[in-house]
């Protein structure tokens, strides 16, 4: 899989969604090879965009289409500065990555220095996560070739998250967070509160 990371600030939040909208409407059944994408605006008025492909080649493929151009002008009507674009082949579905009836996505977005790791700390998490956290329905972890990191989460709700993110953990769960979180520097957490899933009909 390959997965593009946009980000961008934006100044008009609703132009936005509906110029995201329009494309998955208007054009995604042309994006040859498109799986999906994640998108939404965090606290700080960031548009924050994972667009997943099947390849590298069909990303390329769909950049390339004239009216995929015109798209991006639309998109950039709506936005407060210049976007940053991540191209990133590095990723890893986890509990079938997700689902668009999601109602709150949380990406945890990192440095590491060693993606290794931090994959091998997400998959001992993943050992007791169905129990733990059945308000989790999946999640998209991606390195960009920098190290920079996203590990996009899907929650049934916010509300069940935040429930049960207090909950007391597991010995096994909590070493394995731990472990997780000493890999990584420069934390931020993007709340998607309404996240803006799409994929092909």
């Known amino acids: 899989m390959f ?6 600030p934006v100044s008009d939040r609703d132009a936005c969604r509906d110029v995201l909208a329009y494309w998955k409407d208007e054009l995604g059944a042309g994006a040859t090879g498109w ?3 994640t998108s939404g605006i965090t606290d700080e008025g960031e548009l924050f965009a994972a667009a997943r492909f ?3 080649e069909a990303a390329k493929a769909n950049s390339d289409r004239p009216e995929q151009g ?7 009507a709506t936005l407060a500065g210049p976007a940053t ?5 590095d990723v890893e579905v986890r509990d079938g990555g997700g689902s668009d009836g999601a109602g709150f996505v949380q990406v945890i977005e990192s440095r590491t220095d060693d993606p290794v790791a931090v994959k091998q700390a997400m998959d001992g998490m993943d050992d007791d996560g169905p129990s733990a956290r059945p308000d989790v329905m999946g999640s998209v972890g991606v390195t960009a070739p920098d190290g920079l990191h996203w590990e996009i989460i899907y929650f049934t709700s916010e509300a ?6 207090k909950k007391p953990r597991t ?3 909590q070493a394995s967070m731990d472990a997780m979180m000493a890999l ?11 996240p803006w899933l799409y994929s092909p009909s």
Request: glycine share 2%.
């Open 160 to 165: 069940e998250a935040r429930v049960n993110e």
């Open 85 to 89: 674009f991540y191209d990133c082949t």
């Open 54 to 56: 099947e390849s590298a």
């Open 3 to 8: 997965v593009q990371i946009i980000k961008a």
């Open 70 to 76: 015109e798209f991006w002008e639309r998109v950039e």
């Open 35 to 37: 799986l999906g994408t």
């Open 171 to 173: 010995p096994e769960l």
């Open 184 to 194: 990584m520097r420069d934390v931020r957490f993007l709340d998607l509160h309404e």
